[in-house]
């Protein structure tokens, strides 16, 4: 792979954690094995959401609405391998 190519790529390599470790800690709080409560669980969820919600919310005006099923890291996770393979198969 190209240099240029491989800053970007790891990038998304960086973005793609984010989001997985997102999503996860999602559940884990939904189904309380994480406590909001702790601090150092309160600081990564709140950095994440900080990270994350800028990406989130673009992708949320051309979603529709599903209820309480939130499509946007989803989506996320596909446009971010798309750009990898992209990525990848350019450089």
């Known amino acids: 792979m190209a ?5 970007p790529y790891m990038i998304l390599n960086v973005i793609w ?15 309380n ?4 409560h702790q601090p150092i669980v309160s600081q990564i969820w709140q950095g994440l ?3 994350l919600d800028p990406i ?3 992708i949320r005006q051309f979603i529709p609405n599903m209820g309480g099923l939130d499509l946007a890291p989803l989506v996320a996770l596909l446009i ?11 450089g």
Do not use: C, E, G, K
């Open 3 to 7: 240099p240029i190519f491989a800053i």
């Open 17 to 31: 954690f984010f989001i997985v470790a997102h999503f996860i800690m999602s559940w884990l709080i939904s189904f």
């Open 33 to 36: 094995v994480l406590n909001l």
């Open 49 to 51: 959401n900080r990270i």
């Open 56 to 58: 989130y919310s673009r």
């Open 80 to 90: 971010v391998a798309a750009l990898q393979y992209t990525l990848a198969y350019y």
